[in-house]
């Protein structure tokens, strides 16, 4: 499973660019929707935590918990 998030968060890459320069964007946004600074580890943890929501609502769904994988992989990459 980790290989496969790994492998998500590689054509994700290729699609997407850099996750870093994406959740720093991300945080930039979000920063002016809630008038409050946002960092990009702040956008990763909210996406992780949009993932176990759904992932209470149904336990076994395979694409929320390799997306909760490479969402960590992600935020190791953006620090903290």
């Not at 492998?7 to 320069?21: E, F, I, M």
């Not at 694409?63 to 620090?79: F, K, P, R, T």
Request: aromatic share 4%; net charge positive.
């Amino acid at each position: 499973m980790l290989r496969q998030a790994a492998k998500v968060v590689g054509q994700r890459r290729r699609a997407y660019g850099d996750p870093s320069v994406s959740m720093t964007a991300v945080a930039a946004r979000w920063s002016i929707t809630l008038g409050r600074p946002v960092t990009p580890a702040q956008v990763v943890l909210c996406l992780i935590d949009l993932k176990l929501v759904r992932l209470g609502h149904d336990p076994a769904h395979a694409d929320s918990i390799l997306d909760v994988a490479g969402y960590a992989a992600v935020l190791q990459e953006v620090g903290r």
